[in-house]
Structures are given as structure tokens and as C-alpha cells.
């Protein structure tokens, strides 16, 4: 390993191998001075521009989760250091909340279910009448229905239809992003009036001190023993699955297993990704669904170790076409994992 510049960690210029071999614990990260500082002053920015007086505590740990009954919620490790942000990437093939807007998305998710917590707000009858019953089983495996307008569209994977919680946190999370955007994106839908009730109660709140304020740190990163590889040997099994998805049979045609070392699939999709969102575009096919199908392709041709030598940017442009069409419809949707 090169020296490294002064205050960067000794890891920094580690090879996948030694970083790897370390323990998360080992890592040594703070949020302060990290690449989540400045986006977690923003979240407390919009709470602040909103008039909301509460404020969720933020924690590093191995992945973006909010504990029951806890007002604060985690934040990957992955995202806090360039050099961890590159080997997510090459250990999974995407780096959730990598990019700057998709990070406040989760940021303001998270918000929500804190949100949720601090001020008992699924115990009211008015939340229940517009989300349902949080005590609702949460279902290991789900089917959405891409052509609902009766949830809003934030996170990948029509996430808002998953469960009455993740419903309200979705609504909360659009609500919370700044400007009115969603009154015109959501004027003739039914989640319209989920929003409405979210403004509503926020303004209720707003000024009043949260009731619970728990400030437990569930899993925190300097308490993790686990090595970094055996956590991301965890995450590929759980991204790969044991069940063939809907998308394989497109990805089979597009591209072919190989060794570790051959030129990628999931590299391939990334590097034309811009190029084939705007053909879709062209096509007149949803943005939204378009991004859902790529990121479940990319996620998909990496955790199947594919490679891509014998595509060719038009065969991927009408397959993909063709599973947008597929989605749109409402057939071959692919059931998600939460």
C-alpha cells in the first residue's frame, strides 16, 4: 500500500483483498467529515424549510434501516469513503444511494419511518383510513402492480405498494422534497389525497415536540465484528437468490455466464445506461419503469457473474423495450424482494 494523504484512513489505498479482510468495526468511521455530512445537513435543510421541529438522529451501520420505535435510522458504511463506495461496486455491481439523488431519497424515506416512530402517528384512526393497518404482516416476497396510480413513485421497485408503513414513508418522502412538484405529478391520481393528509398532519406536528424520542443506535458500524467479505458474500446471496427471475430469460438472450475476469454485464449496462434510457425515451416508454427494469437487469446479469461480449446496443435496446412493454402491462412482473 502507498502512503497515504494526511487524515485519509489507512485503508484508503487498500487492494479489494486487504480491504476485504478487515472487520466493519475496523473501519473506524464517523458520519462527521464523511461524504453523508453534507447530505444529511440538507435532510435537516428540508425538515427545517418544512417548519418541522423534530429531527432525526443518524447512525452508521451495514445498511440503510430504521428500528421499531427508534426516532433515528442507519445509513450504509459503504457510503461514507470514496474508496468504499468502489468496492461496493465490485462486490455488487450498484451502489444504492451512491448517486446524490437517489441518496436523499432514502435519506427522506428513512425520515418518514423516524417520523413514524417519534410521534405514534399509525396509532391515529386518519392514518390507518389512508394507509391501512401498520401491524400488517410484512410479505418476504411481493408482486407490484406497475400500473397503480394509488401510491406515489420514489424508490425503485413500486416500493409504496409494499406494506401500509413503506406506503406512508414513500408518501412522507415526496411530501418532505422541496417545492410543490407533487401536487402537479400526483393532480389526477388517488395517492394524491395521501400526500394531502401527509401536509395536513406535518402541519399539525410541526411545532410540537416529538412524544418519543428514542435514542437507541441499533447495529452501529464500531459494534460489527463481521468481516467486510463475509458481508458482502451475505448480500450476494441475497441479491442472487435461489428462483430464476422474469428478466433472467431477456439476459440469457443478451448475454452469456463466464468466468470471473470476463468483460462484464452488469459493467456493460452501467457504462450504456444514459444511451439506453434515452431510446426508451424516445420510445415514449415511463421513465420510472424504465429504470426499474435496468436496475433489476443490472443487478441480475452481476449477481449471475454474466458477461457481455455478444450484445450489441440495438438487441439490448429492443429487449428492453419489449420487458418495459411487458411491465406497463402488468405482465412478468417480477416479484421483489423487501
Not at 111 to 130: E, I, S
Not at 290 to 307: F, K, N, P, Y
Not at 326 to 335: I, K, Q
Request: proline share 8%; with cysteine; aromatic share 8%.
Amino acid at each position: 500500500m502507498s502512503p497515504d494523504p494526511p487524515g485519509a484512513p489507512a485503508w484508503a489505498t487498500a487492494s479489494d483483498p486487504e480491504l476485504l479482510s478487515l472487520r466493519l468495526c475496523d473501519l473506524g468511521l464517523r458520519l462527521r467529515g464523511s461524504l453523508l455530512e453534507a447530505p444529511l445537513a440538507r435532510l435537516r435543510s428540508e425538515l427545517r424549510a418544512r417548519g418541522l421541529v423534530f429531527r432525526p438522529h443518524a447512525w452508521l451501520s451495514s445498511e440503510w434501516f430504521t428500528p421499531d420505535g427508534v426516532s433515528g435510522f442507519a445509513v450504509p458504511f459503504s457510503l461514507a469513503h470514496p474508496r468504499l463506495i468502489a468496492l461496493e461496486r465490485a462486490q455488487l455491481g450498484t451502489v444504492e444511494g451512491e448517486r446524490g439523488p437517489e441518496c436523499m431519497r432514502l435519506l427522506r424515506h428513512e425520515a418518514g419511518h423516524a417520523f413514524l416512530n417519534a410521534y405514534r402517528l399509525h396509532r391515529r384512526r386518519a392514518w390507518r383510513d389512508a394507509f391501512g393497518r401498520a401491524g400488517t404482516p410484512y410479505r418476504r416476497r411481493w408482486r407490484p402492480d406497475p400500473r397503480s396510480r394509488a401510491h406515489v413513485l420514489h424508490l425503485g421497485g413500486w416500493y409504496a405498494q409494499s406494506h401500509p408503513v413503506e406506503d406512508f414513508c414513500e408518501t412522507f418522502a415526496v411530501w418532505l422534497a422541496p417545492g410543490k412538484g407533487w401536487k402537479r405529478r400526483y393532480a389526477c391520481w388517488p395517492a394524491l389525497e395521501k400526500l394531502k393528509w401527509v401536509e395536513r398532519e406535518m402541519q399539525r406536528i410541526a411545532k410540537i415536540p416529538a412524544p418519543v424520542i428514542v435514542r437507541e443506535r441499533t447495529e452501529e458500524l464500531r459494534t460489527l465484528e463481521t468481516p467486510l467479505a463475509r458481508h458482502y458474500r451475505s448480500r450476494r446471496r441475497r441479491q442472487a437468490g435461489g428462483e430464476r427471475e422474469p428478466e433472467d430469460r431477456a439476459l440469457d438472450l443478451l448475454f452469456a455466464a463466464g468466468p470471473r475476469g470476463a468483460p462484464s454485464a452488469a459493467a456493460w449496462l452501467r457504462h450504456r445506461r444514459g444511451a439506453l434510457l434515452r431510446a426508451m425515451r424516445a420510445r415514449g416508454r415511463d421513465p420510472y419503469t424504465v429504470e426499474q427494469a435496468l436496475e433489476r437487469w443490472i443487478h441480475r446479469a452481476h449477481a449471475r457473474e454474466l458477461v457481455a461480449p455478444k450484445t450489441t446496443r440495438g438487441r439490448a435496446e429492443r429487449a428492453l423495450a419489449a420487458a418495459v412493454r411487458a411491465l406497463e402491462a402488468g405482465r412478468d412482473v417480477p416479484e421483489l424482494s423487501r
